[in-house]
């Protein structure tokens, strides 16, 4: 119930595509839903989070896509660009409880 | 602004032996988080405190141990160190609520 389960593990773009990395949770009283980026030797970033009262969120080149019913959320990184090459980790929460993250996917974009 | 500080940046124990992580969070941050990072596992909660107090709990043994001090700042012990211990240690503080963590860099942690 707690689990919060991601893929793929790794992708391979090529630069301008689009990366789309998917989530999906059982829990439905999460209702904060977030995403991390990490590069290598740091800790991971807040990237963009969404809450479920919204079926989408822009920031830049991200996109969250929230499916309530389904119990399913993802990242869309448009134009994706060699420096995005990092992991990316989906996370789910409520209230004052801890964050769950999700597995990661390694992310590399090919110039 | 100063990030989330974590100190040492590596250690290297030996089996049987214990260790000391420190974290200093992010001024006026009253919540400090601790997780677990192997590529095997993920990113595994471990504890977080809140106000000096415990406040979440993960399901690791009662070898990890962690505190908070009046001033925020917090520290991890492991005692009676294994080699599956072996792992990047992350901290990361927020303001109250576990959303908008903001982590360090960890510690890598390596158990001979």
């Known amino acids: 119930q707690q689990q919060v389960k991601q893929s793929p593990q790794s992708l391979i773009v090529q630069k301008g595509g689009i990366s789309i990395i998917n989530c999906a949770y059982e829990n439905t009283a999460f209702d904060y839903f977030p995403w991390y980026q990490q590069f290598p030797g740091k800790g991971p970033a807040l990237l963009i989070a969404i809450r479920p009262d919204v079926s989408e969120k822009k920031e830049g080149r991200f996109t969250i896509s929230f499916n309530k019913s389904a119990k399913q959320f993802s990242l869309h990184i448009m134009d994706s660009q060699p420096g995005d090459s990092a992991t990316y980790f989906c996370a789910a929460s409520w209230g004052a409880q801890k964050l769950v993250f999700g597995q990661g996917t390694r992310l590399t974009i090919n110039p | 602004k100063a990030g989330v500080t974590q100190t040492p940046r590596y250690l290297i124990k030996t089996r049987g032996q214990q260790v000391t992580l420190s974290c200093s969070p992010i001024s006026g941050h009253r919540s400090v988080s601790w997780y677990q990072q192997t590529p095997g596992q993920g990113l595994q909660f471990l504890f977080e405190?809140?106000?000096?107090?415990?406040?979440n709990k993960g399901n690791f043994p009662g070898r990890f141990s962690g505190r908070q001090f009046s001033n925020s700042r917090s520290e991890m012990n492991v005692s009676t160190l294994e080699l599956g211990d072996s792992a990047l240690y992350l901290c990361?503080?927020?303001?109250?609520?576990?959303?908008?963590?903001?982590f360090g860099s960890g510690t890598q942690l390596s158990v001979l």
């Open positions: 990361a503080s927020s303001l109250d609520t576990n959303e908008k963590l903001f």
């Open positions: 405190y809140f106000s000096e107090t415990q406040r």
